[in-house]
């Protein structure tokens, strides 16, 4: 059975950096691409990133171009988060996802994902 799990969230003071990493099982990360959702208390889970199945295309949402950037090792079966420049509103829970669909470019909305890893919680101080 195919799972994520994601780390490296923690707590940060507003224009730090965190890394974030989300860890696949099973042997067919690399024929999906795979995105970075947030969800904050009250507000639905929203887009943050997501990055194609061979890792040579990457969108961002628009909120964090030019801050966040997206990655992928699929030899190590593992996909990036780097934040840079954190703001106090981007604390949430933060969720690696896999495309539902194999060799599918770069999806974007929640619905396109399947697999969904338990989120790992990023706090950004004032």
């Known amino acids: 059975q195919v799972q994520l799990v994601e780390s490296g969230g923690g707590l940060v003071q507003a224009g730090g950096s965190l890394r974030l990493s989300c860890l696949a099982s099973?042997?067919?990360?690399?024929?999906?691409?795979m995105g970075w959702f947030r969800q904050a208390p009250g507000k639905e889970r929203e887009f943050v990133a997501a990055?194609?199945?061979?890792?040579?295309?990457?969108y961002y949402a628009d909120s964090v171009k030019g801050r966040f950037t997206i990655s992928r090792d699929n030899a190590k079966r593992t996909v990036y988060l780097q934040m840079n420049s954190l703001k106090p509103e981007e604390t949430a829970v933060y969720y690696c996802?896999?495309?539902?669909?194999?060799?599918?470019?770069?999806?974007?909305?929640?619905?396109?994902?399947?697999?969904w890893g338990p989120g790992t919680q990023v706090t950004v101080s004032s």
């Open positions: 996802a896999r495309s539902s669909t194999s060799f599918k470019q770069l999806p974007i909305s929640a619905y396109e994902y399947g697999l």
């Open positions: 099973g042997r067919t990360f690399s024929s999906y691409a």
């Open positions: 990055i194609s199945w061979s890792g040579e295309n990457t």
